[in-house]
């Protein structure tokens, strides 16, 4: 062949190459707004700039809460420099208030305490700002002033609406003709309206609810509102990521567009990404139809990590049906992921500690676990020293690339893997109804069974642990147990909206 047409070639296929693995590297997400997946570009290169709309504070949280949280907290963990933003939102606050008689700023403030503490157990990372519409009502007045003043909104009574007839494209993130937005009103359509379908900017006060002054006279902001004046104050009219859960495409996100572009029309936010509900009885869990379980709930059963583990297991976008068996599931699966890593760290500590020293093995605890103890008897006997550093540099390199995933989904422990695997065993006891001197107090009266040769009722005990989670593996001479998915799974029974959740206890 001409060298000159091989030279030419070989940077084809180079190009071809290069080409190939750029794309391989891109960071791809769905956007609602164009039903299509599409690159991820940032309008600053190497800042990302990210709104998600949270949740309403005025009660423990629940799983549907636990799902949105964690699906952006993985996005979020997948950017080096994120300027991120979690809305805490208004009128539900004041209904709870009033049905509590707690002032609505003290009530707000308690479940949003309430809500980082479990954002922490399930190890979501902090937003950069977290709003609150209590402190933002400055920048919500002056919004609606600007969008009455440009002929986008009319006041009524005090009362403020935005004219939907007046911006042709509302409708273009969900698809949704004008007349359907009724079906988002919190309220009776109002007749005093222009269009059934304008929505309110401003309501004027009504007796028994907090108010704020206002150019309208005292009132509180609509619902939509408060999103757009505070993406707007911390990240300007132009950003990257706007998030939030499927429900709130229509009327709640595509109100915001609305009201962006209406104060600013060069409001542009370049994804809309939306996670799917966890459904009960493949029904949306909710605290309205009181189908939901709050965190807490699981979490005194299952651990933290297991429950994070749940939620993340199945497409962000798709609907995750809640089953006592996907959680028991769940929690095995993270079992075995920190018991394997142990074994690996295990595994590294005595092949690095048997490399000949002077001549001499080194020191070897003489607590190793038997299957760490077999490797290391199977190594002496067939490995050399070189294949040993190849052995070690392979499992690092595993433990490494394991331990990035892990980072990235939000599932390395805060605590080491020894730590992870006794708390993940204590939940399993504490779902068993044991405690761990029951178990041991089996294993003995098990040995004791099969010393005597009767294997039916080895078996038969042995049954009857794996039927409470609790499973036995007999390794050499010893008995030592781990928890596993249960035979039998317990009846899942749905809490009352009226159940009361403790809080968690505080620690000095």
């Known amino acids: 062949m001409d060298p000159s047409k091989q030279e030419t070639n070989q940077k084809k296929a180079s190009k071809t190459m290069a080409k190939k693995e750029t794309e391989e590297f891109q960071f791809v997400v769905y956007n609602t707004m164009t039903q299509q997946k599409e690159v991820f570009k940032p ?51 004041i209904h709870r208030a009033n049905e509590t008689g707690e002032d609505p700023i003290s009530l707000s403030d308690r479940y949003c305490k309430e809500y980082n503490i479990d954002m922490s157990d399930l190890q979501c990372l902090s937003p950069t700002h977290e709003p609150r519409v209590f402190g933002h009502m400055e920048q919500i007045k002056d919004m609606i002033t600007q969008i009455i003043n440009k002929d986008f909104g009319y006041v009524v009574d005090g009362d403020v609406f935005f004219a939907v007839d007046k911006f042709p494209n509302y409708g273009k993130l969900s698809g949704q003709k004008l007349e359907n937005n009724r079906a988002g009103e919190r309220v009776a359509v109002d007749s005093r309206k222009r269009n059934s379908s304008d929505f309110a900017l401003w309501k004027a006060a009504k007796l028994g609810e907090p108010s704020w002054d206002s150019p309208w006279g005292p009132g509180r902001p609509g619902w939509h509102i408060e999103c757009s004046a505070m993406s707007a104050h911390y990240l300007s009219f132009k950003f990257d990521i706007h998030g939030g859960g499927l429900d709130l495409i229509f009327p709640h996100h595509e109100n915001e567009i609305a009201q962006s572009c209406a104060t600013c029309k060069e409001s542009d936010v370049s994804y809309w990404l939306h996670n799917g509900h966890v459904t009960n009885n493949n029904e949306k869990m909710s605290k309205s139809l009181g189908n939901f379980f709050t965190i807490r709930q699981i979490t005194e059963r299952y651990h933290p990590l297991a429950l994070r583990y749940f939620l ?72 050399q020293k070189q294949q040993r550093l190849l052995v070690i540099q392979s499992l690092k390199e595993i433990e490494k690339e394991v331990t990035k995933v892990l980072d990235v989904l939000g599932l390395q422990p805060p605590c080491s893997y020894n730590e992870v695997l006794l708390q993940l065993k204590e939940k399993a006891l504490t779902r068993a109804g044991l405690v761990e001197d029951d178990v041991i107090h089996l294993i003995n009266e098990r040995a004791e069974v099969r010393r005597n040769k009767d294997f039916l009722k080895s078996d038969q005990m042995r049954a009857h642990l794996q039927a409470k989670g609790i499973a036995l593996m007999d390794v050499g001479t010893k008995t030592i147990w781990r928890p596993c998915v249960p035979v039998q799974q317990e009846s899942e029974v749905v809490p009352s909206e009226s159940q009361k959740v403790p809080p968690k206890p505080e620690t000095a």
Not at 62 to 75: E, K, Q, T, Y
Not at 82 to 87: A, G, M, P, T, Y
Not at 320 to 340: H, K, M, P, R, W
Not at 341 to 349: I, M, P, T, V
């Open 43 to 93: 309008k600053t290169p190497g800042k990302v700039r990210m709104y998600v709309c949270g949740v309403t504070a005025y009660d423990f949280s629940h799983l549907g809460h636990a799902r949105a949280a964690i699906s952006f907290d993985v996005l979020y963990r997948n950017f080096t420099d994120v300027d991120d933003k979690l809305l805490i939102g208004l009128l539900q606050i």
């Open 312 to 383: 993340i297991n199945a497409h962000y976008r798709s609907p995750l049906n809640y089953s006592v068996v996907q959680l028991e599931g769940a929690s095995d699966a993270i079992f075995y992921i920190y018991q394997t890593l142990k074994d690996c760290q295990d595994a590294l500590l005595q092949l690095q500690e048997e490399i000949p020293n002077d001549g001499k093995p080194a020191w070897t605890t003489p607590d190793v676990k038997e299957c760490i103890s077999k490797l290391r008897n199977e190594f002496q006997k067939k490995q």
